[in-house]
């Protein structure tokens, strides 16, 4: 089974373009998730959906960030302008049946904001 | 604010040596779940924990769900160079979203 596909795998980007990360959940999974990771704070959830409907967007940090997931099979996660200290890993999960089951990651986008 | 505060942030031991991190929190968990990361990949789950006093063992791991569902452990036997990653809890409230400790990041000396 194909597990959680994330594209791209790295992105380098000057200051104040666009980034668009990409996901596709494992099928059937009716929950994603998107996630940021940096060594001083850790894994942080960024926003859910579930049945491709946004629950709670906390986590976005603030209005540069956004999410959506169009169908079942496909979300991004956009930054409009990047900034540097938007430079982290950003990983997308899926889970199946209720938000608190186990998550099933991609290998996460290394973003590098110049 | 829950928090799930994870010791020790890092660890480096010798292949052989026995091992033991930890996972707590002053809230309640419906369920705790561990994972370990390599790098350049994602978290991988390991095992979910339900009741409290809980004991798993996956080959030399053992994970146990502390009795009153605040706290967990997981108990590494000789570590292995491949043991190496970050160890992540998880915690998930009984009305609430899952919440992740910031890990344990574990390196195993040959």
């Known amino acids: 089974d194909a597990g959680v596909i994330q594209s791209p795998r790295h992105e380098v980007t000057e200051m104040g373009q666009e980034v668009t990360l990409r996901c596709k959940p494992i099928s059937g999974h009716d929950y994603l998730f998107w996630y940021r990771q940096t060594m001083m704070r850790g894994l942080e959830l960024l926003i859910y959906f579930n049945n491709n409907v946004p629950i709670d967007d906390s986590g976005m940090p603030e209005d540069r960030f956004s999410a959506k997931m169009p169908n079942a099979s496909f979300s991004t996660l956009k930054i409009q302008p990047s900034e540097p200290r938007d430079s982290a890993v950003y990983f997308c999960?899926?889970?199946?049946?209720?938000?608190?089951?186990?998550?099933?990651f991609g290998d996460g986008t290394r973003l590098s904001i110049l | 604010t829950q928090l799930l505060e994870q010791s020790p942030q890092f660890l480096s031991i010798q292949e052989g040596e026995n091992l033991t991190v930890y996972c707590n929190s002053s809230?309640?968990?419906?369920?705790l779940q561990w994972y370990r990361q390599e790098p350049g990949e994602g978290p991988v789950l390991l095992v979910t924990?339900?009741?409290?006093?809980e004991v798993k063992k996956l080959k030399r791991l053992t994970f146990q769900f502390g009795d009153a569902r605040k706290d967990s452990s997981l108990h590494i036997t000789a570590a292995q160079p491949g043991d190496t990653g970050l160890y992540l809890c998880?915690?998930?409230?009984?009305?609430?979203?899952?919440?992740f400790g910031k890990g344990t990041r574990l390196h195993i000396l040959p």
């Open positions: 998880a915690g998930a409230p009984p009305d609430d979203k899952i919440i």
């Open positions: 809230s309640v968990f419906s369920s």
């Open positions: 924990v339900v009741t409290g006093g």
């Open positions: 999960a899926s889970s199946a049946g209720t938000r608190n089951q186990p998550q099933h």
